[in-house]
């Protein structure tokens, strides 16, 4: 009986360190059925700095892509828009 093809996870056998985003988790619902994968919380200790990794990859990417004749300009916005959500979220929390 022909079920149509299936997707195969792309991630290769080994141990790793990364966030658990909304992709890794797809990947990891296409391991092999034999293919065990564990996870656990991320550390407090540390979540501030692996979080920032993660956001920091995830801007360059994005910032990388605006055209080159408003890339500047582009660049600044969205880090102002950043910024100032941060800060808005700074005012909901107190």
């Known amino acids: 009986m022909n079920v149509g093809p299936t997707r195969v996870s792309k991630i290769p056998h080994g ?14 619902e296409r391991l092999d059925a034999g293919t065990a994968a564990r996870t656990e919380p991320i550390d407090e200790a540390d979540a501030h700095v692996r979080l920032a990794r993660y956001m920091a990859a995830l801007l360059r ?10 890339r500047p300009a582009e660049q600044i916005r969205i880090c102002n828009e950043l910024l100032r959500v941060r800060i808005a979220l700074h005012r909901l929390a107190s």
Do not use: H, K
């Not at 990417?61 to 408003?70: F, G, P």
């Open 61 to 70: 990417q994005v910032l990388t892509t605006i055209e080159s004749d408003a």
């Open 15 to 28: 141990l790793y360190d990364s966030l658990l985003t909304p992709r890794l988790q797809e990947e990891l």
